[in-house]
């Protein structure tokens, strides 16, 4: 068994964002069950982005109800420059982003192949056969939208962002 949380591609920094502001909304603690009710979406689809919620330490479960943290207020009422640096902060000790960081880190610069190639080594893919296409989407749009790397379409690379 893996020690990172499991991830679902399909969650985006948007869906995240709406979340967090939902809850918030609702004073900051309110039931899952009336949120998927008040999206008009199947809880299946809504748990996966509660669960990267509560893995960058934003929300928490408690008897049934998403409620904010500390950190997921402070987030929530952030303007959206800091909103972008306080995600850059959570994901960066978490699974694909915390090796893809380190890559970056190293060599400068790196291909989907070899975060590929590295996450297999922590034995990120719990899947036989994932979807690298919908896996490699998800890492980008995460650590574009962040600004924690660059990308370029054209060589196909990610790169380290120059601060």
């Known amino acids: ?3 990172h949380p499991k991830l679902d591609f399909s969650v985006t920094p948007s869906k995240l964002i709406g979340l967090l502001d939902l809850v918030n909304s609702m004073s900051g603690r309110v039931d899952i069950a009336r949120i998927s009710i008040m999206l008009q ?9 509660i669960d990267l919620a509560e893995a960058i330490g934003f929300l928490r479960v408690v008897d049934g ?10 987030f929530v009422n952030a303007p959206p420059s800091k909103k972008k640096l ?15 960081l380190k890559l970056a ?12 190639n590295e996450l297999d080594k922590v034995n990120f893919f ?3 056969s994932p979807d690298i296409e919908r ?3 998800f ?18 690379k990610f790169f380290k962002k120059k601060r």
């Open 1 to 3: 068994m893996s020690s």
């Open 41 to 49: 979406t199947d809880v299946d689809v809504l748990l996966p982005v």
């Open 65 to 74: 109800d998403a409620e904010l943290t500390e950190v997921g207020r402070k």
């Open 86 to 100: 306080m995600l850059r902060e959570a994901i960066k000790n978490i699974e694909p982003f915390s090796t893809a």
């Open 105 to 116: 880190q190293k060599d400068n610069e790196f291909s989907k192949e070899e975060l590929l």
């Open 126 to 128: 719990e899947e036989e």
């Open 135 to 137: 896996f490699h989407s």
């Open 139 to 156: 890492v980008l749009e995460w650590l574009l939208y962040t600004e924690t790397i660059n990308y370029s379409g054209e060589d196909k």
